[in-house]
């Protein structure tokens, strides 16, 4: 069993191909983005990009997808339970998610939402499919835990575009009183 050992110049260049991405994106719209741009703003060739991600949507996608599977252990600090009290934790991990996205990436946001979504969307199902397990048959479970995810995020998306005024709070208890009606 071999311990596997970070290369330390590897992590720095997969950091400097991020923040030069986190940088364009608050330039231009993330459809306008090349990888071109990237390499040129991290200061690599195309190349070593290539050797860390396959696109700018893979790199997108992997910033994205760790940060919402963080927040939610964060929000419920790795708890599986269904009750009040976790699908409330959930909204204000999605509100987290989409504040720190928009705070990241202010010009683009509108136009990376559909990957915001997936993201969210996954992270919020996989851990509602944890929390129904003892509840609910492996269909029941399933089409449950995609509903109540489908939920949580619009209801976030909804704050997050400020479609809403009502506050976080407001909103977390509502969905709550949907789910648990």
Known sequence: MGIKVK???MTG???SIMQAFFELVNEKDFEKITIQNVTERAQINRATFY???Q???ELLDEIIGDSAVELIEKHTQGNYAFNKEQIEQLVYAVFEYLHQVKDKCQRSYET???LLRTQMLDALTKHLEECLRDIYTEEERSFNASLYARIIFEAGYLWGMEKTNLSQQNIAEKVTNLIFK
């Open 55 to 57: 696109d700018k949507y």
């Open 112 to 114: 990376i939402i559909p």
């Open 7 to 9: 290369n330390i110049r």
């Open 51 to 53: 050797a860390h991600f």
């Open 13 to 15: 260049t997969r950091n």
